[in-house]
């Protein structure tokens, strides 16, 4: 089944410097890229997503990576602000374990922004 | 926010002792999940559900027990309670089939087995 790999587990930044996180995937039938945001003693957040016919993809600060080839993709904020503060998560689509097609979580980056 | 409500959101147990959480959700979608999230091992899925009594199992399912009557409730049962099973559980939520888009996740469940 798909392995997902995420670095990495904890960031530290200054406010507004750019934090990039970066996770590997093995399936390489995967097709689906999330990307998660949970802030303290909440539920995760999507907050930007990508498939695999699309590169690139941008919304404001945020963008995220995809190189299909190499199976990786990254999650890049920009001019970040203490709100981006959280824990991060990636995830890809498996489509080969038990439970056939579901999202399969990296394991999580603790960003810190200081200001 | 999302219509999805856990209870318990926060539960002491004893070891042995039977568990149910319960997800409600007021959005009528169609898929329901339970996860379980552990330091140094993200989330995790335990069980979804496609539809009314339609269920599967994740990739940490032993153990584990849900049963889905209405669309709105999706419940999980841990039978007899563990310690490894001290951990938190979030139930989500979505419209489009599993992997395929975006999940919306409840608040939590907080679950200490001692």
């Known amino acids: 089944g798909e392995n997902v790999e995420q670095h990495p587990s904890t960031l530290s930044v200054q406010e507004g410097d750019s934090a990039v996180i970066k996770c590997t995937y093995s399936?390489?039938?995967?097709?689906?890229f999330p990307w998660y945001k949970q802030e303290l003693g909440k539920g995760p957040q999507l907050i930007i997503d990508?498939?695999?016919?699309?590169g690139e993809k941008k919304d404001q600060r945020i963008a995220v990576t995809l190189n299909k080839t190499a199976k990786h993709f990254s999650l890049h904020i920009t001019e970040t602000q203490p709100e981006d503060s959280a824990v991060y998560f990636c995830?890809?689509?498996?489509?080969?374990?038990?439970?056939?097609?579901?999202?399969?979580f990296g394991k999580g980056t603790t960003l810190s922004v200081s200001s | 926010d999302a219509g999805i409500t856990q209870s318990p959101r926060h539960k002491v147990t004893e070891t042995g002792t039977p568990v149910t959480l319960r997800c409600h959700q007021t959005e009528n979608h169609r898929y329901m999940y339970w996860y379980r999230q552990d330091p140094g091992h993200g989330l995790r899925l335990i069980h979804y559900?496609?539809?009314?009594?339609?269920?599967d199992k994740g990739e940490v399912s032993d153990g584990y027990s849900v049963s889905r009557s209405k669309t709105e409730d999706f419940l999980l049962t841990l039978e007899s309670a563990t310690s490894s099973q001290t951990s938190v559980y979030f139930c989500a939520i979505s419209e489009s089939a599993p992997g395929t888009g975006e999940l919306f996740f409840g608040e939590g469940s907080r679950l200490t087995v001692l």
């Open positions: 399936d390489s039938a995967s097709n689906y």
């Open positions: 995830a890809a689509t498996s489509l080969a374990n038990q439970a056939g097609t579901a999202l399969i």
């Open positions: 990508i498939r695999s016919n699309v």
């Open positions: 559900s496609y539809g009314v009594k339609d269920t």
